[in-house]
């Protein structure tokens, strides 16, 4: 028996073809398709209000690209973080890739994502993380303590700005202009955004796993499926790396 399956639908609102919309905001676009392989939804579901879709990415920029004391990987390490506390799986993902590729550090974002305070990291970073997580679930406890602390690992008060700007950002604000250029399609559906479906599945794991993944607070199932998905991914580059080199 056959299972269909209905995509939802990209937004609550009508989303407007690609040929429809104002140069500038088109070009930005297909730079994105050409270099990931496809338009991530957030692109066409602000493109309805180009002003705002602007505005937006000005604001990315503003964050993301400008020079300053934090470096690249730095911020997308901010980002992937961020996102592991408030289980975003699509962000951790997407800015996982580029903190791989920013850090030169193929582990960096699974440690990150899953638990950055036992992940190996300088004190600098745990402190920077520490203040990005803290920004993130409890805005209203941040006091002149978490600013000295930055201060003491080197931080001035324009990179704590930054820092609690960038993990202020919502889940959704994704750009992946610094994507990767994919370069092997075997398999891809290309043009068409993953929504991996949902599979109930019973798993025996070791007891000590199990209390591992608890120790994380709410969530454990949803952190198990982000490291295998992690593993499975890094597991397939591997492979295409391989039969590159082969």
């Keep these: 028996m056959r299972e269909s399956v209905t995509k939802p639908p990209i937004s609550r609102f ?4 690609l040929h429809d919309l104002p140069q500038d905001i088109r070009a930005r ?3 994105v398709q050409e270099k990931s ?3 991530p939804n957030v692109f066409l579901a602000l493109a309805r209000r180009p002003d705002e ?3 937006f990415f000005a604001y990315h920029d503003a964050l993301m690209e400008k020079p300053g004391t934090l470096s690249k990987a730095e911020r997308e390490m901010i980002v992937v973080a ?3 506390a408030n289980f975003c799986t699509y962000c951790v993902v997407a800015h996982g890739a580029i903190l791989r590729i920013r850090a030169k550090n193929p582990l960096i974002a699974d440690q990150v994502a899953v638990n950055y305070r036992k992940a190996d990291l300088a004190p600098r970073h745990k402190a920077m993380l520490d203040f990005a997580v803290k920004v993130t679930e409890r805005s209203h406890e941040i006091d002149d303590a978490d600013y000295e602390r930055l201060r003491s690992h080197g931080f001035s008060d324009d990179d704590a700005w930054d820092i609690a700007a960038i993990a202020g950002k919502r889940d959704k604000d994704i750009d992946l202009s610094e994507m ?5 399609w075997s398999g891809a559906e290309i043009g068409k955004f993953h929504r991996p479906a949902k599979k109930p599945v019973t798993m025996r794991l070791d007891e000590d796993v199990v209390v591992w993944l608890k120790s994380f607070g709410r969530g454990y199932q949803t952190k198990a499926n982000l490291l295998l ?3 499975m991914t890094a597991t397939r580059s591997a492979k295409r790396e391989n039969r590159k080199s082969a």
């Design 14 to 17: 009508p989303t407007p073809e």
């Design 29 to 31: 676009i297909e730079a």
């Design 37 to 39: 392989g496809f338009v």
């Design 53 to 55: 879709f602007r505005a």
């Design 82 to 84: 961020t996102s592991g």
């Design 180 to 184: 990767p250029e994919v370069v092997d």
């Design 229 to 231: 998905r992690h593993a």
